[in-house]
C-alpha cells in the first residue's frame, strides 16, 4: 500500500536559505532516483516556508531514503536553519500524489512536530496556515 511523506520547514533566516534551497534540490534528487519512489513534489509558500510531498511504495523505501546520503546529512541542519517544521506519514490506497490541501490537513490532524533549536509561536501552537496551491514542483 502507498506511503505518503509530508513535511513542512520554514527557514527562519535569508541566511540559511541559499544552504537549504541547494541541499532540499539535492535531496528530491536523491529521492527520485530511490527505489520504491513514487513521486516527488516540492512547493515554495510564503514566508520562506517549503513543503515536500511524497509517495513511497511502502514504509521501508522512505525510510531507507530518509536515513541515507543527502537526505540523512542535512537533516541536522535543520535545527539551526529552521524555526518551523513537521511532518506527517500516512498509507493510502492510491499511489496518486494527495492535494496540497489534504496535505495540510493531515498535517494539522495527525502531523508532528520535529525538533528545532529556535521555534516560532506556530510551531510551538502547531498551527501552520494551509499551503499556497501554486509555486509547485511535481519532479518525479
Not at 541547494?22 to 514566508?47: F, M, T
Not at 546520503?69 to 542535512?74: A, E, K, Q
Not at 501552537?125 to 519532479?139: D, E, H, K, L, T
Amino acid at each position: 500500500m502507498p506511503f505518503v511523506s509530508i513535511t513542512r520547514l520554514r527557514v527562519r533566516s535569508w541566511r540559511y536559505l541559499p544552504g537549504f534551497l541547494l541541499q532540499s534540490v539535492r535531496a528530491a534528487r536523491q529521492a527520485k532516483g530511490v527505489p520504491g519512489n513514487l513521486s516527488v513534489s516540492l512547493l515554495r509558500d510564503a514566508e520562506f516556508a517549503f513543503w515536500t510531498r511524497t509517495v513511497w511504495s511502502d514504509e521501508t523505501a522512505m525510510r531507507g531514503f530518509m536515513l541515507s546520503g543527502t537526505h540523512r546529512r542535512v537533516m541536522p541542519r535543520l535545527l539551526q536553519w529552521c524555526d518551523e517544521a513537521a511532518l506527517v506519514h500516512w498509507t493510502q490506497e492510491s499511489s496518486q500524489p494527495p492535494s496540497w490541501a489534504e496535505a495540510h490537513r493531515r498535517l494539522q490532524q495527525n502531523g508532528r512536530p520535529s525538533k528545532i533549536n529556535h521555534p516560532s509561536p506556530a510551531q510551538q501552537q502547531f498551527a501552520f496556515p494551509a499551503p499556497r496551491s501554486s509555486g509547485g514542483v511535481q519532479i518525479k
